[in-house]
């Protein structure tokens, strides 16, 4: 994967006046005339630095060529920065008001497109039938931000690359390194390479969020490590190391699957990996050794340990 290439080497910002606001003041007095208020719930900050939303772009390289994804995109700001630089741009909303103010501003400009929906039930093949490659720049919500991220790698169309904000916890997960590694980190790096950007402080959103956020790109692989038909089964199993992450790898993924440990132990050692490590001691390519040199799996993982995991899978993948 070669480097960002210089801002200098990218097309200039092709500006436009949608009519937005310029101050944090214009800001807030925009939420109050939309009668939004920023929700807890659904992760809701609003950034109004337009200087973070073209770096944002820049860091995606994004060009005139480029058909770009955005989730989650409130009041427009990085929406007004994507449609200087790109040549298409999906936004995909699921606050009603937001959405009615978004084609309001930018609804009648050649190369948008609105999508009211939920991020998490929208495939890429609703959005880009066709197989047209496209590129996610977004400022997610922080309480989907892991599900949407696992939800675009998840399919089989996956864009070529994704900028995005997101706090600079999720972030550090995403890019952890063996040792820190959690499910959302095996999950993330199997798909794609990854890499923090910069920090954003949280003084440049409206309310300002209680955490520092964190621009993350992640470029995904053109080929990947296993075949599309044993990426299931291969989440089941990282899934299952994880399941336990404070005891044995071996013991996890015999609980997991209702397995003999003394079986799973063969099947660790045939990978090369020790079955007394614990799971976030294993690099992404350590999962794929185990992956491969596992037996046909079970069926279904062991009704003691799946009413126990509903519980905790989501803290886990987070």
Do not use: C
Not at 16 to 34: C, F, I, M, S
Not at 115 to 122: G, I, K, N, R, Y
Not at 202 to 220: C, Q
Request: charged share 25%; glycine share 6%.
């Amino acid at each position: 994967m070669s480097d960002i290439v210089d801002p200098d080497d990218l097309p200039e910002l092709v500006t436009h006046d949608y009519g937005l606001p310029r101050t944090r003041a214009g800001w807030r007095t925009l939420l109050e005339d939309l009668d939004v208020r920023p929700s807890k719930g659904l992760g809701q900050n609003f950034l109004f630095e337009r200087g973070v939303v073209d770096r944002m772009a820049r860091g995606a390289e994004v060009s005139p060529n480029d058909h770009v994804l955005e989730i989650g995109p409130g009041l427009g700001i990085l929406t007004e920065t994507l449609m200087g630089y790109a040549g298409n741009v999906t936004v995909v909303e699921y606050d009603h008001r937001l959405a009615g103010h978004l084609r309001a501003t930018f609804g009648d400009h050649d190369g948008f497109r609105l999508v009211e929906a939920d991020a998490l039930s929208v495939s890429s093949d609703d959005l880009f039938p066709g197989g047209s490659p496209f590129v996610v720049v977004a400022n997610l919500p922080y309480n989907i931000a892991s599900g949407v991220i696992r939800h675009i790698l998840d399919q089989p169309r996956r864009p070529q690359r994704l900028v995005l904000m997101v706090q600079r916890e999720v972030a550090e997960r995403i890019v952890a390194s063996p040792g820190e590694l959690s499910v959302l980190g095996v999950a993330t790096q199997f798909y794609a390479e990854a890499r923090i950007l910069f920090d954003v402080s949280p003084t440049v959103f409206v309310p300002p969020p209680t955490v520092t956020s964190s621009v993350l790109r992640l470029d995904v692989r053109p080929t990947l490590p296993l075949a599309e038909a044993e990426i299931t089964d291969f989440m089941r199993i990282v899934r299952a190391g994880f399941n336990q992450k404070r005891k044995q790898v071996a013991n996890s993924i015999a609980a997991r699957f209702g397995l003999p440990k003394a079986e799973v132990e063969t099947w660790l050692r045939r990978a090369g990996v020790d079955p007394d490590r614990r799971a976030q001691t294993l690099a992404v390519d350590e999962w794929v050794a185990i992956r491969r040199a596992a037996p046909p799996l079970p069926v279904a993982d062991t009704s003691q340990t799946r009413r126990r995991d509903r519980a905790v899978v989501a803290a886990v993948e987070d």
